[in-house]
């Protein structure tokens, strides 16, 4: 798919569609103060940079609007390029009516993140930076919001930087001797050269070890609440909401399908899904179903809350709640152990498990505590591992990969500096493609198609 041309004016509406108080109108190109011109008054064609000016929106000698513009001269703009934004009331008839005027004066349509592809093309953002800006304007939690501002700022572009230098340094020394054909360089010294692969690779895995790391603040972390019939989970997941979400019976068995539901907690998202009891003595194809659904949602989790009933002696269930649980727990999967009913008398004890009690709420705060920690440990260990995207997590893997190859190439007696030359190369084509160095057409054209069709 190819890029669309930048040489052409863009306009769209930057703000969300619909009525409102106010509406914003962006045009960028080269065309963009002859665009704005041609339906203000009085037309600014020649504005200073940051220039603010209340202008009226004419259709011939019809006025449409009284509106205030801002200028924006390049490259010192968003894009890059010359850019006015058109502050207008929020009526879709005005709304609709600028674009039309702004079309018929010379503009096209925006494509989905038209704005932000110039920004990158044009050298004010790097593609690691441009892609976080649809995360920035995405992020419903503040770990999402932190996490994508940071990659906005750079963060992690800093780091990619940074390992790029270090395999430059060591593809010189290689070049350096392939270019010496009167061989009157020293060679390599190669336990010190394997020394900094090794360290350029640990590197690199520790900044991909990001990608599992942050999921859950870019996703929201997948929170199973499981255990035997009449165990609690319904009653639990409706404390921890603070409202009546789940219908919660004395009769076991009332759940019967997976019931998922988001809150924030501590600025994180948390996707908790309520299941159906795991019961030893499943009767019927509806309740066989509904445990099917459950296995599958634990399979699923980042963290397990195992539950039992505190006031009730151990069942045949329990110890097919928990059986199942470790069975189907992902590597890396957190389990926790709760012991609901904490208000009753105590029929069994676990001292790993929290004790709760939905009708005092004695627990609940050290659930919600530990449901985050682990994030929690992201962010105050992120300058060591930056939440990275999907792209990123394969390019690292990728380099690392080739640096993996040029060890095994540099422990051999002779190796040929041609082919670990290569792998460097390599290494520093996956790592560029991360900054859009070296991305194809068709991987901007994905990554910028997902933005708002004004950003």
Do not use: W
């Amino acid at each position: 798919m190819p890029l669309p041309d930048t040489d052409r004016t863009i306009v769209a509406l930057a703000t969300p569609p619909g009525t409102g108080a106010l509406a914003i109108i962006r045009l960028s190109g080269p065309g963009a103060f002859s665009t704005a011109a041609a339906f203000t008054s009085p037309p600014q064609r020649a504005p200073a940079h940051r220039l603010v000016r209340m202008l009226d929106v004419r259709d011939g000698p019809r006025l449409i609007d009284r509106t205030v513009a801002v200028f924006f001269r390049a490259p010192a703009s968003y894009t890059g390029q010359d850019t006015v934004e058109i502050t207008c009331h929020g009526s879709p008839y005005i709304v609709r009516t600028l674009l039309n005027l702004a079309v018929r004066s010379g503009a096209v349509p925006a494509a989905p993140g038209e704005f932000t592809l110039r920004a990158f093309l044009n050298g004010k953002l790097d593609l690691a930076q441009a892609e976080a800006v649809g995360g920035l304007i995405a992020s419903g939690t503040e770990a999402a919001h932190r996490a994508a501002l940071a990659q906005v700022q750079g963060t992690m572009s800093a780091r990619v930087r940074a390992l790029k230098t270090a395999a430059v340094r060591l593809l010189a020394e290689l070049e350096a001797r392939l270019d010496d054909s009167y061989e009157e360089t020293a060679p390599v010294a190669a336990a010190a050269f394997l020394r900094d692969t090794a360290a350029l690779k640990k590197e690199t895995l520790a900044l991909a070890a990001g990608f599992e790391a942050g999921r859950g603040i870019r996703e929201g972390i997948r929170v199973v609440i499981t255990g035997a019939p009449n165990s609690g989970k319904s009653s639990l997941l409706n404390a921890l909401l603070g409202y009546d979400r789940a219908i919660v019976s004395p009769e076991a068995g009332t759940t019967r399908d997976t019931l998922e539901v988001t809150l924030e907690i501590h600025g994180f998202s948390v996707i908790f899904t309520d299941t159906a009891g795991l019961n030893a003595a499943a009767r019927g194809p509806l309740e066989t179903e509904g445990i099917r659904r459950a296995a599958k949602a634990v399979s699923e989790a980042d963290i397990i809350l195992l539950l039992k009933d505190g006031s009730a002696p151990l069942t045949p269930s329990d110890k097919l709640a928990r059986r199942r649980a470790g069975e189907l727990a992902a590597p890396g999967a957190a389990l926790i152990e709760i012991l609901t009913k904490a208000d009753l008398p105590a029929k069994v004890r676990a001292a790993a498990a929290i004790r709760t009690s939905c009708r005092t709420g004695a627990g609940l705060a050290a659930v919600r505590r530990i449901l985050v920690e682990k994030q929690k440990k992201v962010f105050r260990d992120g300058a060591e591992a930056p939440v990275i995207f999907a792209r990123h997590f394969e390019a690292l893997g990728g380099a690392a990969a080739e640096l993996g190859r040029l060890q095994d190439l540099m422990k051999k007696d002779r190796p040929k500096l041609e082919l670990a030359a290569e792998h460097l190369r390599g290494a520093l084509e996956a790592l560029g493609a991360i900054l859009g160095e070296t991305a194809p057409e068709e991987v901007l054209a994905d990554i910028f198609r997902n933005f708002c069709v004004g950003k």
